[in-house]
């Protein structure tokens, strides 16, 4: 029921190696060219103003979005390439935490999590009618383990954000991945809220030795949490360093960079606005 | 900041300025007036010969009473079949519907070109009436309930399709997007993320249409697709008029009985507060039953955790979910089982049905060429003319109906009035009609009148009890007085909610009005009735074609007006 890991990664070898990637949506170009090398088990923060490319290189990482050009490899696997059987394979190794949760509000939180293990069900139970016992019994393990076990059988979409966002994280840890992208993991949650999903999520990373990608939008908590920053502006690596060389306005460039350079770019929406 | 300058010296602008939009709908709303006025012309519809003819009504009802209800069992026996004729006729129609759905949803197709095929599928079917489909199967596999069904069925896919598809298109993305993220093949990720989002709109829908289905199947016994139709077409044939109100009687209470069944289960599958989204699914009499019936009692507290449990506890919610979809499926079963239908019989007689459809093809337009324009134009004079009026009559009934525009007892006097004139099938109005104003078209234009009255008062009253109350209250207080109120902040915001649902009826109108000719309503469905008397399959597939022609025209012109209003 259960196959091995996802196929040809090396070990001790870049987690993700991204050469000349350019992704263009109609006359926007939302990553340009942008070279980056991820080694396994770096835990690195993105940052970024709205619209900088940073959710769309996530979702080139996994193969949500097909870039335009350039080369992706994730663990391994060119995910520009692959297609059908290969990317499940991948993306059942890569978790994937989104902004808005992403569950399925109408079923029970015990059933969002064990649909974290459908690309390594196989027939006859194929994760359309049920799952097996034993599925449902590793998904109340990691609902313990982010403290939401006794919210199993309640219905997704009557639970807060933050127990969302925890129970998003069970449904991850259900997939047993070795790489982790959060796309603004924190973004929808209060402050209080929002620092203790992360200390939860960062926890889980640092026990399970994943390597991590996180777009985030708190400079502060990004320096406090990550190995190594890299700063996007207008698709491209603007910023790439360690939190401990560089002070929080060096940071803060990157923003203001866009601001200016947004702003440059669109006099008429100015007059409009 | 300037926002915009205009230029000094041009006159300001106070009012929107003309777009393509604005000038289109315009040009339609005028050619709608031409429309009406041409149309009620080439009728001859007047008010008059109801009052002349309410003699013939009074004297014709005087022939009615009282009911004689000796065959009672018989007719009882009968009313069940053409339940079980409805049931299993929605079951196929959900069944097919089901892939048709998916396959239309822009956010499921696998295919641009799938998508266009089922939406075609979608097309084709609602255009074509059911009882244009009972003719075409009773010819083929002969008089019985199985060619009710296979109408009822093919028919019923278009509207649940469409309704399927577009509650398909409102689950939202994120999920679906997350569980592929976890590497779920396609058909994972549609078990997962949106099949759970969108099975208790699709039963509801469905158990919509078997309220639609149930009242369709009463018209198709008049072409030989059995059931109680066949035997009132019977009894109305040899003038039996004390038995045929006995089984309008039974018909009625069939009618009131499913909307209450079916609208006590939707509720609680969709749960009291969650409002229907189709217009066409309007929360009824049997809902406001239900909503009391089930108010919702507290659950009892969470059992203890049980660290062994894998499955949710049988909380009184879920024993009800389950309930209900192992009843249907009993239903189902039941009503092959009463009805003695053979389902094999379809496949063996599928060469018959595909030689009966060829017999259609090509059309003949020439037999009926002068009739099959006139006749067009007719029934759309006969649908333009009873939805204007019926909307019209509809405004104040929809007001009284209103719960937060009337006293209690209007209200549930206006409400008890739309129960009862919804639940007489049109063919029976039409045939009171035709008795009171004689054959033509002025009958078929009263019977769809007092249809349209039914149905838009129902949805005005509806839609009037949700506007919100702020926009009333700040308006009172700018010192408006009361009529202003009810026109600024009740009637003008759901206008265009008006005009799309008078578009709506427009289309079922006119598809109704292709019915009425069988029983002496005049337009196109007199020449459809004549032609099939006289097995001239071909004109009747020229007339079928036209129909269909007028119905996708109308539909285009609907969509387009719905799109730019809304």
């Given amino acids: 029921m259960t196959s091995g890991g996802p196929p040809g990664r090396a070990p001790g070898g870049p987690a993700v190696q991204v050469s000349q990637l350019s992704k263009v949506f109609g006359t926007t170009t939302a990553l340009d060219q942008m070279d980056l090398t991820v080694p396994s088990g770096q835990v690195l923060a993105i940052l970024g103003a709205s619209g900088s490319g940073k959710s769309t290189l996530l979702r080139t990482l996994n193969g ?96 807060s954000g933050g127990q969302q966002q925890r129970v998003a994280i069970a449904r991850t840890l259900m997939q047993h991945p070795t790489l982790l992208l959060a796309d603004e993991p924190v973004a929808s949650l209060d402050p209080e809220t929002a620092a203790s999903v992360m200390t939860l999520l ?55 960079g866009a601001r200016r350079a947004a702003g440059a770019q669109a006099p008429s929406a100015a007059v409009i606005g | 900041m300037t926002i915009t300058k205009s230029r000094p010296g041009a006159p300001v602008r106070t009012t929107p300025p003309w777009t393509r ?36 009504i009074f004297r014709f009802l005087g022939q009615t009473v009282p009911p004689e209800f000796t065959g009672f069992p018989h007719i009882v026996n009968l009313a069940l079949v053409t339940v079980c004729m409805a049931v299993i006729g929605t079951a196929l129609a959900a069944v097919m519907a089901v892939p048709v759905g998916f396959m239309a949803a822009r956010n499921t197709t696998i295919h641009p070109a799938a998508r266009w095929v089922a939406r075609s599928i979608i097309v084709v079917c609602r255009s074509v009436p059911d009882l244009v489909f009972a003719i075409i199967f009773v010819e083929a596999i002969g008089i019985g309930i199985l060619p009710g069904v296979l109408a009822l069925g093919f028919h019923s896919v278009g509207m649940l399709g469409k309704l399927y598809a577009e509650a398909i298109e409102q689950v939202p993305a994120p999920p679906r997007e997350a569980v592929t993220a976890t590497g779920a093949t396609r058909l994972q990720n549609l078990a997962t993320s949106v099949v759970p989002q969108v099975i208790s709109t699709f039963s509801s829908t469905t158990l919509y249409r078997l309220d639609i289905n149930l009242r369709s199947s009463v018209i198709l016994g008049y072409v030989g697709a059995g059931g109680i139709g066949f035997l009132l077409n019977e009894d109305m044939g040899v ?41 066409a699914a309007r929360p009824g009499l049997g809902d406001r039953i239900a909503a009391r019936a089930l108010r919702s009692r507290p659950e009892r507290p969470a059992v203890g955790f049980d660290r062994q449990r894998v499955r949710p506890p049988w909380t009184r919610e879920r024993a009800r979910q389950y309930g209900f979809a192992g009843g249907a499926l009993v239903l189902v079963a039941v009503s092959v089982w009463v009805t003695k239908i053979n389902p094999v019989q379809v496949i063996t007689s599928a060469r018959q049905i595909w030689h009966t459809v060829t017999l259609y093809f090509p059309p003949d337009f020439t037999a009926a060429r002068s009739g099959l324009i006139t006749g067009t134009l007719q029934s759309a004079s006969v649908a333009m003319v009873a939805t204007v009026v019926g909307l019209l009559l509809a405004l104040p009934i929809g007001l009284l109906a209103a719960r937060n525009v009337t006293s209690r007892w209007v209200y549930r006097c206006a409400r008890a009035f ?57 308006v009172l207080s700018a010192g408006a007085t009361r009529p202003q109120e009810t026109v600024t902040s009740v009637l003008l915001p759901s206008a265009p909610a008006l005009v799309a649902n008078g578009m709506y009826m427009l289309d079922v109108n006119f598809r109704s009005s292709t019915i009425l000719g069988l029983v002496g309503g005049g337009g196109i469905g007199f020449l459809l009735s004549q032609s099939i008397q006289v097995l001239a399959y071909r004109t009747t597939g020229a007339i079928i074609i036209s129909t269909f022609v007028v119905v996708l025209l109308i539909e285009v012109v609907t969509s387009w007006v719905r799109r730019h209003l809304i």
């Fill in chain 2, 418 to 474: 739309l129960v009862v004139v919804r639940a007489v099938p049109e063919l029976i109005l039409a045939v009171v009609f035709v008795v009171a104003v004689g054959l033509g078209l002025v009958a078929g234009t009263f019977a769809l009148i007092v249809g349209t009255v039914g149905f838009m008062s129902k949805l005005i009253a509806d839609g009037i009890e949700e506007v919100s109350p702020m926009p009333r209250e700040a």
């Fill in chain 2, 239 to 279: 003038l039996q008029f004390r038995q045929a109100v006995a089984i309008v009687i039974v018909i009625f209470v069939l009618i009131v009985g499913m909307e209450v069944v079916s609208a006590v289960i939707r509720r609680s599958l969709i749960g009291v507060e969650a409002p229907l989204t189709s217009a």
């Fill in chain 1, 202 to 256: 960062l926890d889980i990373c640092r026990e399970e030795r994943l390597t991590v990608i996180a777009s985030l939008h708190q400079v502060e908590v990004a320096r406090g949490w990550a190995d190594r920053l890299v700063g996007l502006r207008e698709g491209r690596v603007v910023l790439d360093a360690s939190p401990r060389d560089i002070t929080s306005d060096q940071v803060m460039a990157i923003y203001r």
């Fill in chain 1, 64 to 159: 949500l979005v097909a870039p335009t050009s350039g080369e992706v490899v994730v663990l391994g696997t060119d995910v520009g390439h692959a297609h059908g059987r290969q990317l499940r394979a991948l993306r059942r190794g890569v978790g994937f935490i989104f902004q808005q949760f992403g569950l399925v509000g109408r079923i029970t939180v015990l059933e969002n999590v064990v649909s974290g293990a459908l690309g390594r069900i196989r027939f006859p139970r194929a994760g359309v009618l049920s799952y097996p016992r034993s599925l449902r019994l590793e998904a109340l393990a990691h609902l313990e383990r982010v403290g939401l076990d006794s919210r199993a059988f309640q219905r997704a979409d009557t639970l």
């Fill in chain 2, 21 to 56: 939009q604005r000038a289109g709908l315009t040009a339609l709303a005028v050619a709608g007036v031409a429309g009406l006025v041409a149309g009620w012309h080439e009728i001859g519809m007047g008010v008059l010969p109801l009052f002349t003819g309410i003699g013939n």
